[in-house]
């Protein structure tokens, strides 16, 4: 636990202007990123008695080792990279959401020839307009199988779309109506996206004229004695009610705009968002968050307007956003939305009449999925603090090992040997800090030599790190972030190494720390045989009960280093497998090699060609053709094809086909 004041800046060192501050801890890692409309006041209030800070605060200020900050121009510079620096360096005492579900979207491809329908999850793509998120992708696609009728837009992959066009005949939403059919030539190109951008129109909420206008044409027909023609409109009329009965209306006069509500208690939060266009529920998704910073409902507010709104950018953003309590800096934030919209933004608490009473409503589906998390994440939280605690007790550690690392060597016969580690905090998998190997100093196979020179190369470099981020001057802690500013790969320490394997590897993963002189990071090993947990030094294993949630994790943790190794293995090995001699001809890229294969059939006729015969080919000078001739000539021969069914040698080309 470190001192304050041991790192705080000197008096009249922070300057009195908008800015951006960061706390690193002793591995330089941002723990804790804040903004403040002068930094002065606000940096002092964290190195005031410890004894008057709120709780969450004193335990960031006592984890942190030193501050920096940037000065920017204004507050709404300060709100925007504030937002950036959480996104990038993922502090641990900031709130940050987590979304409780991937919320599907209703899509439509405005980037492609021809715009397709479709359901979408993840991050949003240029150039396609989205609707939504919806709490189902069931709903998205009835919606859409009611709207196809009067738009028929392309919804199929492209895949189907390519072979449609090469035989010439439609899919089956081509024969009933559902889809115009563009594969096969029956409307245009210009026609199909005018078809989509409709689509869109009526989507965004534009839905009053469109219906009114097929009303007319439906009249029209009718009075022209065009009956079918009429039938077909009134029915079109019906499937697009249906498909805006599915959203119910809220405010009659169209508005467009995002309520956000916040259910809380002492430890978490949840934000519910409703989407309104066009007066209509078009959309609705959830976060929860751990309170781990001092923030009260306006800080919540502030957090969810960023993460909401911070990669949106025009209509994405509404008019107006109605919230439960306006952030410390509301005009601020104002003119954040207003830039990322490009037109002005309304951020206000509803007061009276029907915003009122649907943020209300908003309000309790907060305080629901607020209970609904706590009720999952009660008996996971409970299990994995349970899981900590047995291993700490097992092994004899001093406390819970908060970060573990586990350790596993894959091979195939002694090729392609590469390594794995995984990284497990709090019991929970961090991908972001996995990492892969190759084994260096030997060929062969020797699993306990290997996971020697994998550990032993991590905690090198670990040491390295530490030497220039423990207690030395700032001009070597700078040494150890990367150019972009984040921290290098190994520079935290695990509480436990575990290996796959038993006694052999633990002792050479004992053995590798104790050359390196470390003796703070615990080790064992879990057998796959027994399961077996097996210490540095102790003749007989550890055997934890079956039921043992502690035994479970270091499963889980041993299974993920496993398929981490292997699916490295096979990538490498499969790479491996589909080389090529060309592959090492300096300069020579993708397309020329095709062409080389293209113009000789195969690699071994290429072997036989001249120089001035490669030369023939289209892109290939005469320094490009003796080079790829010395790397031909050089390269080994590959060994000879086996009919594996009859023991026969056959004659291979050398690029894997046999003549």
């Known amino acids: 636990m470190a001192d304050p004041s041991s790192y705080r800046p000197k008096p009249g060192q922070i300057p009195d202007s908008p800015g951006v501050y960061k706390f690193r801890d002793e591995h330089r890692r941002v723990i804790y990123v804040g903004k403040a409309k002068s930094l002065r006041p606000r940096l002092s209030s964290y190195f005031q008695d410890l004894a008057n800070l709120h709780p ?144 869109c129109d009526f989507m965004a909420g534009r839905t009053g004229a469109y219906i009114r206008r097929i009303e007319q044409d439906m009249h029209r027909a009718a009075e022209e004695m065009e009956y079918e023609k009429a039938a077909r409109l009134r029915d079109d009329i019906e499937a697009l009610k249906r ?7 809220v405010f009659n006069d169209a508005t467009d705009a995002d309520l956000i509500a916040v259910a809380e208690d002492e430890l978490e939060a949840a934000v519910q968002i409703f989407h309104v266009r066009g007066g209509r529920v078009r959309g609705q998704r959830g976060w929860v968050t751990d309170k781990v910073e001092a923030v009260d409902t306006a800080g919540l507010v502030e957090h969810a307007l960023q993460q909401l709104y911070g990669e949106e950018k025009g209509d994405a953003v509404p008019k107006e956003v109605l919230v439960p309590a306006l952030p410390e800096e509301a005009l601020a934030v104002t003119q954040w939305l207003a830039g990322r919209r490009g037109s002005q933004v309304s951020l206000r608490i509803p007061q009276r009449g029907d915003k009122k009473d649907l943020m209300a409503t908003v309000q309790r589906n907060a ?27 097992a092994l004899a550690l001093d406390s819970a090992p908060l970060r573990i690392e586990c350790y596993d060597i894959s091979h195939l016969q002694g090729d392609d040997v590469v390594a794995s580690m995984v990284v497990f905090e709090d019991g929970l998998a961090r991908k972001s800090e996995y990492r892969r190997f190759q084994i260096k100093s030997f060929e062969g196979q020797d699993d306990v030599r290997s996971m020697h020179e994998v550990i ?118 499969a790479k491996r497998f589909k080389s090529s001699p060309l592959d090492s001809v300096a300069g020579l890229g993708e397309t020329r090699k095709q062409a080389l294969i293209k113009h000789f059939g195969s690699v071994k006729k290429l072997k036989q060609a001249t120089i001035e015969e490669i030369c023939e080919v289209p892109g290939i ?30 004659e291979d080309n050398g690029d894997g086909t046999d003549e």
């Open 243 to 249: 498909a805006l009965e599915k959203n119910a209306i």
């Open 456 to 573: 032993t190369r991590r905690f090198r470099r670990y040491l390295q790190d530490k030497e220039k981020t423990g207690e030395w001057t700032e001009e070597q802690t700078a040494d150890a972030v990367e150019e972009d500013g984040r921290p290098k790969r190994f520079a935290y320490p695990p509480q436990l190494v575990v290996v796959d394997g038993g006694r052999p590897q633990v002792a050479a993963a004992e053995r590798a720390l104790d050359e390196l002189g470390i003796d703070d990071v615990a080790v064992c090993g879990l057998a796959k045989r027994l399961e077996e947990v097996w210490l540095p030094d102790d003749e007989d294993p550890v055997v934890l009960p079956r039921s043992s949630e502690g035994l479970y994790l270091l499963q889980r943790v041993r299974d993920e280093a496993h398929r981490f190794a292997i699916t490295y293995q096979r990538a490498k090995r």
């Open 367 to 393: 305080q629901q999925a607020l209970v609904l998390h706590k009720t999952k994440r009660a008996s996971d939280l409970t299990t994995r603090s349970r899981a900590l605690e047995e291993i700490a007790e």
């Open 621 to 650: 000078g005469r320094k490009t053709a003796e080079t790829v001739a010395v790397a031909l000539a050089q390269a080994a021969p590959a060994a000879p094809a086996v009919n594996t069914a009859t023991g026969e040698i056959m």
């Open 56 to 199: 969450r605060t004193r335990t960031m200020v006592t984890t942190a080792a030193s501050v920096e900050w940037t000065v920017v121009g204004t507050e709404v510079e300060a709100l925007q990279l504030e937002y950036s620096w959480i996104k990038e360096f993922d502090p641990r005492f900031n709130v940050k959401y987590r979304d409780d579900k991937s919320y599907p979207s209703l899509a439509v491809t405005l980037n492609e020839e021809f715009p397709r329908v479709q359901v979408m999850r993840g991050p949003k793509k240029k150039g396609v307009r989205y609707f939504g998120p919806y709490g189902h992708a069931w709903a998205i696609r009835e919606t859409v199988d009611l709207m196809l009728r009067v738009f028929p837009v392309r919804t199929c992959s492209a895949g189907v779309f390519k072979r449609s066009a090469q035989i010439g005949r439609p899919c089956l939403l081509g024969y009933i109506g559902k889809c115009s059919a563009p594969c096969v030539g029956r409307v245009t190109p210009e026609e199909h996206r005018e078809l989509a951008e409709e689509f």
